[in-house]
């Protein structure tokens, strides 16, 4: 299995745009996650699905943020408008049940 | 909900010696404690994990202890070497949540 994948790896945006991250979780899992990683607040979790239905979303810090998953191979984490807050790796983790979370590589988001 | 305290924060070695990370959590129900390494521009990746069944695991030079009723969890790694050096994060999941609390992260640095 190719683990986790998630696009883009990097991605630089001005202030306002639409930013979409997207995740392709390894096949079988059940559990996905999206974590965002700073300095500041180390990593936090965003939002967490099981069987492709959000289950907690209280990490979410705001409605600029938003999350789906249409089908059990692919998720999607989207930021409009984005702002240099944001500015953040995000992972996107995969799991069978509680067992171990394999992390994505991760995209490293950077907004002007 | 469940708040998990990492320490120390940085912790400096020379190679050769023992390294000790400590994490104490607060939620009774949490039964499942991975530790996570993440190596500089890297995914966190698990190195040892331990549920609350167990009082102490071992892998090689890395071991987990447990104290259910202290509710704290240690990582010891003997024999420090420097590709070891990285940062560490504790976790402390529920049972039936799979939504894990991540501790603030240790800096190990193990000096040649």
């Known amino acids: 299995d190719a683990g986790v994948i998630q696009s883009p790896r990097h991605e630089v945006t001005e202030m306002g745009q639409e930013v979409t991250l997207r995740c392709k979780p390894i096949s079988g899992h059940n559990s996905l996650f999206w974590y965002r990683q700073t300095m500041m607040r180390g990593l936090e979790l965003l939002i967490y699905f099981n069987n492709n239905v959000p289950i907690d979303d209280s990490g979410m810090p705001e409605d600029r943020f938003s999350a789906k998953m249409p089908n059990a191979s692919f998720s999607t984490l989207k930021i409009q408008p984005s702002e240099p807050r944001d500015s953040a790796v995000y992972f996107c983790a995969s799991s069978l049940g509680e067992l171990e979370q394999y992390f994505g590589p991760g995209t490293r988001l950077t907004v002007t | ?112």
Request: hydrophobic fraction near 30%.
């Open chain 2, 1 to 112: 909900g469940e708040n998990v305290e990492q320490h120390p924060s940085t912790l400096s070695v020379q190679e050769g010696d023992s390294a000790v990370i400590k994490c104490t959590y607060s939620d009774s129900a949490s039964n499942y404690f991975p530790w996570y390494k993440q190596e500089l521009g890297k995914r966190p990746q698990l190195i040892i994990d331990i549920r609350s069944n167990v009082g102490e695991k071992k892998d090689q030079r890395i071991a987990v202890t447990l104290n259910k009723t202290a509710k704290h969890f240690s990582l010891h790694i003997t024999e420090t070497q420097p590709e070891d050096s990285a940062v560490y994060f504790c976790a402390a999941i529920p049972g039936g949540s799979y939504i894990p609390t991540f501790g603030r992260g240790t800096s190990l640095i193990v000096h040649p």
